[in-house]
C-alpha cells in the first residue's frame, strides 16, 4: 500500500486544515488508519486513529474536541479536520496505515507510512 498525504498550508492560530491521505492497495479498507506529526526538534507523535469500519476512533488528548478523523473506503482516502489551530501544531502530518482492523495509538504497529505533510500556524 502507498499513502499520498496532502492539505497542509500555512494558517492563522483559530483557522481550519483538511488533510487528505490517498492510499492505492486492496488492504486499505480492511486495515485501521492513524495520523501522527512530528514537530521540528521532536520526536514523532500520536495525533488519531480509526478503524477499518470507522466505528472506533481515538485521539491525542491535545487535539481532542479540535481534530477529526474520518475514512471513505470508497475512494480509499483517510481524513483529518483540524479546527481551532493553535501555533503548538505545527509540524509535519504523517498518514500511516496497518494491516489490522483496530485501532493503535502505537508507531511500531503501522506497516505503511506517507511521506508527510506541512502544516504551519501562525500565531
Known amino acids: 500500500v502507498q499513502l499520498q498525504a496532502s492539505g497542509g498550508g500555512l494558517v492563522q492560530a483559530g483557522g481550519s486544515l483538511r488533510l487528505s491521505c490517498a492510499a492505492s492497495?486492496?488492504?486499505?479498507?480492511?486495515?485501521?488508519m492513524g495520523w501522527f506529526r512530528q514537530a521540528p526538534g521532536k520526536e514523532r507523535e500520536f495525533v488519531a486513529t480509526?478503524?477499518?469500519?470507522?466505528?472506533?476512533?481515538y485521539y491525542a488528548d491535545s487535539v481532542k474536541g479540535r481534530f477529526t478523523i474520518s475514512r471513505d473506503n470508497a475512494k480509499n482516502t483517510v481524513y483529518l479536520q483540524m479546527n481551532s489551530l493553535k501555533p503548538e501544531d505545527t509540524a509535519v502530518y504523517y498518514c500511516?496505515?496497518?494491516?489490522?482492523?483496530?485501532?493503535?495509538?502505537?508507531?511500531?504497529?503501522?506497516?505503511?507510512w506517507g511521506q508527510g505533510t506541512q502544516v504551519t500556524v501562525s500565531s
Open positions: 492497495g486492496r488492504t486499505f479498507s480492511s486495515g485501521a
Open positions: 500511516a496505515g496497518r494491516g489490522f482492523p483496530t485501532i493503535s495509538t502505537f508507531e511500531y504497529q503501522y506497516d505503511y
Open positions: 480509526i478503524s477499518w469500519s470507522s466505528d472506533s476512533t
